[in-house]
């Protein structure tokens, strides 16, 4: 038969230290360390179950938002074809517009991250270089240009979502305005639709990493607890403390030590 490990045993004596000395007066001493461990590891264990909670809100509430789309989205097209020959006048249109503006959109969204970084690049070179004045004016002047083009980019833009909003607002009393407000609609669904699936994925991913770093600050209590359990058994087996559980161990320790 092999020979028993001695920190397995301690491991177990600690344990069962843990489940029948807890209530009794006085404690050991290393108990206070258990109870600490357990409370520190049964909090972050409720943090990750929080967070999975979020994580299944979430879920739902996206799920919900699907549905109710669908929903609408069903009954915008049932309009749609009924007025099919007034909406094929816009649809092109609209939806060419639409996917020159998303592109566009994009766009200044990228130039709006670089003027970002240019203008914190400027403050770096007026703070590092700040004896250079040539070289300041020239990022300055840089700089406004940016600005000018970002501006121009903006109005742009504008015009071009004005342009979007006439060509789907019927005329009044045009025939088939119904349809092609519809049409509208749906469009702007479908615009909602992405945007709340960015906000759901990126929402999911920041609740993923926090599980994740949780889940490793578990590990890392789980650790702490054992620890804390190994000192209580090494407490008690050095003091022999009497307990009809406990007792058995004391001789298999002492063969394993």
Not at 4 to 25: N, V
Request: one cysteine or more; hydrophobic letters at 35%.
């Amino acid at each position: 038969m092999p020979r028993e490990s001695y920190d397995d045993l301690i491991f177990q004596l600690g344990d069962l230290a843990r489940e029948h000395l807890a209530e009794r007066h006085p404690v050991p001493r290393a108990m206070d360390g258990v109870f600490e461990c357990e409370e520190v590891l049964l909090g972050i264990r409720d943090e990750i179950a929080a967070l999975e909670q979020e994580m299944n809100d979430e879920d739902a509430a996206y799920q919900d938002f699907l549905d109710q789309q669908a929903a609408e989205r069903e009954e915008q097209q049932a309009i749609t074809r009924k007025w099919r020959h007034a909406v094929a006048g816009v649809e092109t249109r609209s939806r060419d517009l639409r996917k020159s503006l998303s592109s566009q959109r994009a766009a200044y969204r990228y130039q709006k991250n670089s003027l970002r970084l240019a203008e914190e690049k400027h403050k770096e070179l007026e703070q590092r270089e700040g004896h250079d004045v040539k070289k300041v004016d020239t990022s300055r002047q840089n700089l406004k240009t940016f600005r000018l083009k970002m501006m121009r980019f903006g109005r742009m833009l504008e015009d071009m979502e004005l342009e979007l909003a006439q060509v789907l607002t019927p005329r009044p009393g045009q025939v088939g305005a119904q349809g092609i407000l519809a049409h509208k609609r749906i469009l702007e669904l479908e615009d909602e639709a992405e945007t709340r699936k960015g906000e759901h994925e990126a929402h999911m991913k920041e609740l993923d990493d926090a599980i994740g770093a949780k889940e490793a600050d578990e590990k890392a209590a789980e650790g702490e607890l054992d620890g804390a359990l190994f000192e209580l058994g090494e407490e008690v087996y050095g003091d022999r403390v009497n307990h009809p559980a406990l007792n058995p161990l004391y001789a298999r320790l002492d063969k394993a030590r």
